[in-house]
């Protein structure tokens, strides 16, 4: 993709990776919007960020993403590039009882928001050059983790729906690139001090560096060997990764 001279809008920007690829976007000389449902999250990235813009946004919400979009298409015609990177890693226990408000917010922010935000945004995208689509996905779409089963399922419809919005703009001017993160040092169950994750600053470096490329997939680190796993060995694969992380320190 095109990695300077865009208007980029992220969502879940004020924190993370969301926050790290917003800076590393800036620093190249694109016009970033940072949006989020936490408003102090969202001024303190823009502070340190001069020239950055924010908008406060809650994907949970349809009509708020109608909104915003409507509001982002008028103030910002030039926008061509949507990174749907909110979401939501909560633990849960999938041989329990649902836990029904945690399924419903995991659901409509992690699969919900990408779909509803892509679809608020993709006629305007479908007009402007060099535009581009990115749906932040996880390793654990391919791998899941037991310890956060509704996540991993997000993820991996995430990145199901990522492939059939990619078939079916292929012909509309419109790239699609899936980022799929390993775990890394963010907040994400309590992660930023986790030695066992990746460092922020290593794994934006790498994905900068990918996405100056024409690749449509972006994966780094442990994420490219488990994204070869879905095959006859997957259940095996799925026992030994779960194995490895939960015999490890306490999640959370």
Do not use: C
């Not at 020239?51 to 979009?69: C, H, K, N, S, Y």
């Amino acid at each position: 993709m095109r990695m300077s001279g865009n208007t980029i809008l992220i969502t879940g920007g004020g924190s993370g990776i969301g926050r790290a690829l917003a800076e590393a976007f800036h620093q190249r000389g694109n016009q970033v919007i940072i949006a989020s449902r936490r408003m102090a999250r969202l001024q303190a990235t823009i502070d340190a960020n001069p020239g950055m813009l924010a908008i406060e946004l809650d994907v949970t919400q349809p009509e708020a993403i109608l909104r915003v979009g409507r509001r982002l298409i008028a103030e910002h015609p030039d926008l061509n590039v949507l990174i749907n990177n909110a979401g939501v890693m909560l633990l849960d226990n999938v041989a329990g009882p649902v836990d029904e408000a945690l399924l419903v917010t995991t659901v409509t922010t992690n699969i919900g928001g990408a779909v509803r935000m892509s679809g608020a945004l993709i006629d305007h995208l479908k007009t402007r050059p060099d535009a581009v689509i990115i749906n932040v996905t996880s390793v654990l779409g391919f791998v899941p983790l037991s310890a956060t089963a509704a996540y991993s399922a997000t993820k991996a419809a995430l990145h199901s729906y990522t492939l059939s919005q990619r078939y079916s703009l292929r012909a509309a001017g419109v790239k699609v690139i899936e980022l799929a993160p390993p775990w890394v040092r963010t907040e994400l169950l309590n992660s930023t001090e986790e030695e066992r994750a990746m460092p922020l600053t290593d794994f934006i470096a790498d994905v900068m560096a990918q996405l100056a490329t024409d690749t449509d997939e972006i994966l780094v680190g442990e994420a490219r060997q488990m994204r070869s796993n879905p095959g006859p060995d997957e259940h095996a694969w799925v026992a030994q990764f779960n194995d490895l992380v939960l015999g490890g320190a306490p999640l959370g």
